[in-house]
C-alpha cells in the first residue's frame, strides 16, 4: 500500500505545502553548513598553524562523513521511513554544526566536520524522498527541484554571511548559527510532517531480497559521471573567498558576494531541471551540457576581472542546479529502481558522489598549496569533465504520467521500466 500524502492546492498550498517548505528549510539551514568554513580557512590556519593543504582536510572530512553516510541512510530508511532518518540527520548536523563552534584543536574541528557530514548523508537522501512522497507521480518535478535547489540559498548565506562576520567576530560563530538554525527549525518539521507520512515502505515480497536500487545501472552511472561537480560546486564556494581575497586583494564584502553567486543562482536552476527531467526520456545530452559548459567556463577563472567572474560564477551555479535537480527526479524513473527505494538510490549515487568529490576537494587543496590558485582551477575544471564519458551508459528511461515520449519509443519500450 502507498504511504498517504497529506492534501493540498498547488504545489505549496494546504498541509503538504507546509511540510514541504518546512523541509526546504531545513534544506536551507543544511546548505549552510557545508559552505560555512570557507571563509575562515586563512583564519583557521593561522590560530591552529595548519598550512593550506589542511583546508582541503576539512573540506574533505565533510564530504566523507556525508558519503560514507548516503547508503546507510537508505537503508534504516526502509527500516524506520524516510521521516524518521531525515528529521534525525538533521538533529546531528544541527548538534555537530554548534559543537564544531567550540572546538579546541584542528584535529578535534576535523573530527566534527566528519560527524556533520555523517548528518547531512542521514538527511538528505531520506528528505528528498520525503517531498517526492507528498506529491503523486507527475507533479514532483518542481517540489523536488525546488527542494534541491534550496540547496543554493543556504550555500549562499554559508559564503557570504561568514565572510562579513570572521573579519569582525572570528570564525566560532559563524559556524554556530548553522546548527542553531537547524535546531530551531526541527520542531515546527516534525510538526508540520505527521508521523503517517514517509513511514517505512512495505516488506519486500522475498525476504533478505537484496535491493535492486544497489544495483541498477542508471543509479551507478549517474553516481560516478559527476564525482567532478560535486567536488567542484563544493570547493568553487570554499575556496573562493580566499581566492579573491589573496589573488585580486578584494575586501571580505565583494570576496563573499562574489562567492555566493558560485552558489546561490543554482536556486533557479531547480526547477526548471526538475521539470525537464519529468518532460524527456533520455537525459545524457542535457545532463553532459549542463556540467560540460560551465566546467569549461572554471578554466578562466585565474584571467577573469570582475564582470566576467560574475558572469562565470552564475553560469556555473544556475547549470548545477539544474543537474542535480535532474538526478534527484530522475532516480524513482530508473530502471531496477522499486517503489519504496528511491531514498536508498539517492542515497548511493550521493554516496559515490561525495566520496569521490571528497577526493577532487584533496586534489584542489593540494593542487593550490603547490602550484597556486591558476592551475587549481584549471585541475579542477577538468576533474569535472572526464567522467562525463560514462553518461553514454546512462539508459533511457520512462517519462512521468502524461509527458510525451521520445519519437520512435513507446512507454514499454526497451530500457524503460515498466
Known amino acids: 500500500m502507498a504511504a498517504p ?27 549552510y553548513n557545508w559552505f560555512d568554513l570557507g571563509p575562515a580557512l ?30 546507510p541512510s537508505g537503508l534504516l530508511a526502509r527500516r524506520w521511513g524516510t521521516r524518521t532518518l531525515s528529521l534525525a540527520g538533521a ?40 517531498v517526492g512522497e507528498l506529491y503523486p507521480p507527475g507533479e514532483r518535478g518542481i517540489p523536488v527541484g525546488t527542494f534541491s535547489s534550496a540547496f543554493s540559498a543556504g550555500a549562499g548565506l554559508g559564503v557570504f554571511v561568514p565572510a562579513l562576520l570572521v573579519p569582525v567576530v572570528g570564525w566560532r560563530l559563524p559556524l554556530a548559527l548553522g546548527g542553531l538554525a537547524l535546531l530551531l527549525l526541527l520542531p515546527f518539521a516534525l510538526r508540520a510532517v505527521p508521523r503517517g507520512v514517509g513511514g517505512p515502505p512495505p516488506a519486500p515480497t522475498t525476504a533478505g531480497a537484496w535491493p535492486g536500487a544497489l544495483t541498477a545501472r542508471g543509479v551507478w552511472v549517474i553516481g560516478l559521471a559527476f564525482v567532478g561537480l560535486e567536488g567542484a560546486s563544493l570547493s568553487a564556494g570554499q575556496f573562493f ?67 566576467a567572474t560574475i558572469a562565470i560564477a552564475i553560469v556555473f551555479s544556475f547549470a548545477y542546479g539544474m543537474v542535480y535537480a535532474m538526478m534527484y527526479v530522475l532516480a524513482p524513473y530508473l530502471p531496477g529502481v522499486a517503489e519504496g527505494e528511491v531514498s536508498l538510490a539517492i542515497g548511493l549515487l550521493n554516496g559515490l558522489q561525495l566520496s569521490g568529490g571528497a577526493v577532487v576537494a584533496l586534489g584542489m587543496g593540494a593542487a593550490v598549496d603547490r602550484f597556486g590558485y591558476g592551475p587549481a582551477w584549471v585541475l579542477l575544471g577538468a576533474m569535472v569533465l572526464a567522467p562525463l564519458a560514462l553518461l553514454l551508459g ?25
Open 241 to 307: 573567498v580566499p581566492f579573491a581575497e589573496s589573488v585580486h586583494g578584494w575586501g571580505p564584502a565583494l570576496a563573499g558576494g562574489v562567492g555566493a553567486l558560485f552558489v546561490f543562482p543554482s536556486l533557479f536552476g531547480g526547477p526548471p531541471g526538475g521539470r525537464l527531467t519529468e518532460r524527456f526520456a533520455n537525459r545524457r545530452t542535457q545532463l553532459a551540457l549542463a556540467t560540460g559548459a560551465p566546467a569549461l567556463l572554471l578554466f578562466l577563472l585565474p584571467v577573469a576581472g570582475l564582470a
Open 394 to 418: 546512462l539508459p533511457v528511461t520512462k517519462t512521468a504520467p502524461g509527458a510525451p515520449n521520445p519519437p520512435g519509443r513507446s512507454p514499454s519500450g526497451p530500457g524503460v521500466r515498466p
Open 91 to 130: 538533529a546531528l548536523l544541527g548538534v555537530a554544526g554548534v559543537a564544531s563552534a567550540f572546538a579546541p584543536s584542528f584535529e578535534a574541528l576535523l573530527l566534527l566536520r566528519f560527524a556533520s557530514g555523517a548528518g547531512a548523508g542521514l538527511f538528505f537522501s531520506p528528505a528528498i524522498a520525503l
Open 5 to 31: 500524502r497529506l492534501e493540498g492546492r498547488g504545489v505549496f498550498g494546504g498541509p503538504r505545502g507546509r511540510a514541504t517548505l518546512l523541509l526546504v528549510g531545513l534544506r536551507v539551514a543544511y546548505a
Open 42 to 71: 586563512p583564519t583557521l590556519s593561522a590560530q591552529f598553524g595548519v598550512p593550506p593543504t589542511a583546508w582541503g582536510e576539512l573540506v574533505a572530512a565533510f564530504l566523507l562523513g556525508a558519503g560514507l553516510f548516503q547508503v
